[in-house]
């Protein structure tokens, strides 16, 4: 059964002051890794995919990295706009399905 | 704007009742998933339809059923209701691209079970 755990559940950081996010999975035959935002009482809102170990993506002050067991989202120099919590997804096998970390709510200071 | 349409937003409902939530996925994606989300679980994966068939099954309950319509429109019926149904319920359609699926999620119904 595919698995995702996120770290840490939960990242407060000072405007400007960069930090990374976890997400450590088990899967057979990884298909994608996803990263959503949700924001309070919203809908996850897409972010990235990765396909293959080694792949990066970039989008703004986002970077989301991928190995052959984890994926980490950088988030370089954050503002007040990027507090949300952060999804990490994984999609195995011949299956669509996602299955969802738990999440990581990260809280930037102005 | 994910593109993904879900009514209604908020549902407040009795034990034992049914709700009907719906679903409209994006112009011309033909996979529906359902989600359930709540405090403690997170996102958990329910069902999934294409292009009018089931195509997955997650924890769904058997209280639980959903089914897609010809226009594509999905409705996920929930039956005799518990309080521990309470949870944001959410839709999400995908295309499946060359390189994988690409899934985009609905704002969610959040259902409240008194």
Redesign the interface.
Known sequence: EDQVTQSPEALRLQEGESSSLNCSYTVSGL??L?W?RQDP??????LF?L?SAGEEKEKERLKATLTKKESFLHITAPKPEDSATY?C?V?SGA?????????ITLSVRP | D?G?TQTPKHLITATGQRVTLRCSPRSGDL?V?WYQQSLDQ????LI?Y?NGEE??K?NILERFSAQQFPDLHSELNLSSLELGDSA?Y?C?S?V?GR??????????T?LTVV
């Open positions: 298909r994608g996803f959503y009482g919203k809908g996850p809102e897409f995919t396909y999804l997804a999609q299956n669509s399905k996602l299955t969802f970390g738990k999440g | 994910s993904v996979s998933y997170g996102l958990q994966f999934q294409y195509r997955a997650g944001l959410f999400a995908s499946e390189y994988g699926t690409e899934a985009f999620f609905g704002q969610g959040r």
